[in-house]
Structure formats: structure tokens, C-alpha cells
């Protein structure tokens, strides 16, 4: 195996959609960045694994709300500037049993911070919800919202615009490079590599559910849990045949373990007949376990398809194709994402920027401007109130 090694301003370790909006943000400011990726670019191991994502603003806590409404505008500038349509406003449908409370949020709860921020969202019974949206059979004490902003997001669109901008803007990517420590010192930071050992000012360590181990040898473990997600695809019955993005709050079983289902309609950028639809059910994924290709979980595709025979009858309740995804999520469900600089937990930790769990894909624009800012100046004064990782 070849050995060499590299020197930066910024190194960035992991190349999944943070990762890569990260090291352009560094780059167009001037900086030179490498980018370490375990894998190959757009790879399907991770959290950045799949055709889309939903997008979406409304949340159970204000600040993501707000979070989310400042984010689109950087969407639609990285669309301006790669020529991609990134995000595609399908309507995001939101309902369920009220009360019932996911990792997702809350639907009263939600649409709350909705109103007290002028978002506008039509409330609906479970009659209308089956009238607009062609669901069936659902207990008549569901409730829930349309939100006509919400919608996808082009996920391999957005991993080769981000791609594509960074390499235009000097980003130097180093593929199937394994980081397997971060020194950080009083003069910079040292990245041992399987391949080599590289030095710049800091690193923004943005792994996913693989960074868990390089924070541990750091001395600083986050507390992440991984999860496999799995997803079946379904056909639509006609050409007719659409849905919003949607998510079913449904009441948790008799162990708490959540049962929820949420889904896509047609893809607006492949087209085709096969919609997504998955159960919300996080599967634990052994960290040494976290790098090899994970099969669906038989269990989660059947209850899907039940789920899909009893309530979307514009759907052949048949599974035609699945797929997984990692999740790194939190372990205090109270916290949404952990973002900062590990500054006051190890010595020179202000040279080390970690950006690591939630439901993050749609804050992919901001929270690489915010990983830029840590990495340069060491603070962020944008979207007060996330970095939150302490």
C-alpha cells in the first residue's frame, strides 16, 4: 500500500453530504482542504445512502423550525450556483394519533411552532386526509396537517453538486483512505491515515456513524446510537397516482417500541412507478458492524407492505425493491444533532469540529457553513442556538 502524506489548512474526514459541504465552505473561502473518505465518493454504507430525503420545516421545538426556514434559502443558492434543482416542494403531510411523540416531533406540538412562526399548514381530519391524499382505513380519531413547502431532497444530486463545486474550488479528495486517529496539538492537528499521516490547523470530523471510534480514541466518546433503517419500494396502481412526503404517527406497541410508517410520493427527478415507504423503526447496528452492507430487516419490509395494504390502495402492497441506511441518532432524545468543537473536553480541542447524529440532511447547506466557521475562527455566530454539542 502506497504511503505519503498531506498538509492542509483544514482536513475533512468523511465525504457523505456534510462532509463535502464542509470542505467547500472551506475551500471558497480561500483555505486549502483535504477531504478523507473511508469509502468511495457517494458510497452507500452511511447516513448518505438512498435516492431522497424529506424535507420539511415544521418541528416540536422552534429553533429547528427556524433552523430549517433559514436553510432553504442556502438550498436554492446551491442550486443557483451547481445548475441541479435540489429540493422539490411535493407537500409534506403530517398525520397520526396526537400525542404520540417520535423521534420526528409531535403533530400538535409541530404545528404549534407553525402557527407562533406564520407557517401556513392546513389542519385535517382523518376523512380529509383520506380525500386528498388517497389513504384509506385510518381510525377516525387521526388528525394531522398538510404543509405545502415540505417536500424531497435530491440526495445523489446533492452529493455530486457539493462534489463538483469542491472540486472546482481546489478541494483535494483522497478515496478509500482509512483515518484511524486525530492528534490535536499547540500548533495543529495530526490525521493518521492507513495510508499515510497528514497535518493541518484543524479537522472537521464529519464520519457519521463511523466517526463514533475516532472520537472515542480521542478521549471524547459522544454518545451516538447507530441504526440500520429499512425501506421497500411500492408500485403505483395508475398514472395518477401521487402522494406528498408523509409521515403516520402511530401508537407505540406494547414495549414502546415506535411503529411508525413514513413515505415519498413519485420521484420528481427519475420519474417512474415505485414509491418509498418504510417503517420508522431503528434497528441497533454493533459500531465494529457499522461498515459492512446491512440487508433490510425482513420484519420491518412485511409490516410495511401490511401497512401499505390496509391504508394506501393506490398502492400494490407487494415489496418491488429495498434498501437500507445508517442513522446515528443522539442517545438523549431531547438532543437533536451534536455540532461544536470538542474546545474544554481535550486539550486543544478547539482544533477539532465534530458534526455527528440526527435527522440531518436538510441542514446539509447550513451546517457546512457552520463546520467551515468553527474550523477558521473557532466560533459561528449563524443559526444561534446549534451548536449544541457540549
Not at 15 to 30: D, K, Y
Not at 42 to 49: L, P, Q, T, Y
Not at 53 to 59: D, G, I
Not at 135 to 152: C, I, K, N, S, T
Request: charged letters at 20%; proline letters at 5%.
Amino acid at each position: 500500500m502506497t504511503t505519503s502524506s498531506e498538509s492542509a489548512g483544514v482536513i475533512v474526514v468523511g465525504g457523505g453530504a456534510v462532509g463535502l459541504a464542509s470542505a467547500w465552505e472551506v475551500a471558497r473561502r480561500g483555505r486549502p482542504v483535504l477531504l478523507l473518505e473511508r469509502f468511495a465518493l457517494g458510497h452507500e454504507r452511511g447516513g448518505s445512502a438512498g435516492l431522497e430525503r424529506q424535507w420539511r420545516v415544521q418541528y416540536s421545538e422552534e429553533r429547528w423550525s427556524r433552523l430549517a426556514l433559514a436553510t432553504l434559502p442556502l438550498w436554492r443558492s446551491l442550486e443557483s450556483v451547481s445548475g441541479r434543482r435540489l429540493v422539490h416542494a411535493t407537500g409534506s403531510l403530517w398525520f397520526g394519533r396526537t400525542g404520540v411523540a417520535t423521534s420526528e416531533g409531535e403533530l400538535r406540538a409541530a404545528a404549534s411552532v407553525m402557527e407562533r412562526l406564520g407557517v401556513p399548514h392546513d389542519w385535517l381530519t382523518a376523512s380529509e386526509i383520506e380525500a386528498r391524499f388517497g389513504f384509506a382505513g385510518l381510525p377516525r380519531d387521526y388528525e394531522g396537517f398538510h404543509q405545502a413547502d415540505g417536500g424531497v431532497i435530491d440526495v445523489r444530486g446533492t452529493l455530486a453538486a457539493l462534489a463538483g463545486l469542491g472540486a472546482a474550488a481546489g478541494v483535494r479528495v483522497r478515496e478509500h483512505e482509512h483515518v484511524r486517529a486525530i492528534a490535536p496539538d499547540g500548533t495543529g492537528v495530526s490525521v493518521r491515515t492507513d495510508r499515510g499521516v497528514h497535518r493541518a490547523e484543524s479537522v472537521i470530523v464529519n464520519a457519521g456513524a463511523f466517526g463514533g471510534a475516532l472520537l472515542q480514541g480521542l478521549g471524547c466518546p459522544v454518545d451516538l446510537h447507530v441504526f440500520r433503517m429499512s425501506s421497500g419500494y411500492f408500485a403505483c396502481r395508475g398514472p395518477a397516482v401521487d402522494l406528498p412526503t408523509w409521515y403516520a404517527f402511530v401508537e407505540p406497541d406494547a414495549s414502546g417500541a415506535n411503529r411508525s410508517f413514513y413515505g415519498f410520493g413519485r420521484n420528481p427527478w427519475t420519474g417512474g412507478d415505485l414509491v418509498r415507504a418504510a417503517p420508522d423503526t431503528e434497528v441497533p447496528v454493533a459500531a465494529a458492524d457499522a461498515a459492512d452492507p446491512q440487508q433490510p430487516d425482513a420484519g420491518d419490509l412485511a409490516r410495511t407492505a401490511d401497512w401499505v395494504r390496509a391504508h394506501l390502495p393506490g398502492l400494490v402492497p407487494e415489496v418491488r425493491g429495498a434498501g437500507t441506511c445508517l442513522a446515528s441518532l443522539p442517545a438523549d432524545p431531547a438532543r437533536q444533532f451534536l455540532l461544536g468543537t470538542l474546545s474544554g473536553r481535550i486539550p486543544d480541542g478547539e482544533r477539532v469540529v465534530v458534526q455527528a447524529g440526527g435527522w440531518a440532511f436538510k441542514f446539509v447547506p447550513a451546517f457546512g457553513r457552520i463546520c467551515a466557521d468553527l474550523a477558521l475562527d473557532g466560533s459561528s455566530s449563524r443559526h444561534e442556538g446549534t451548536v449544541v454539542l457540549r
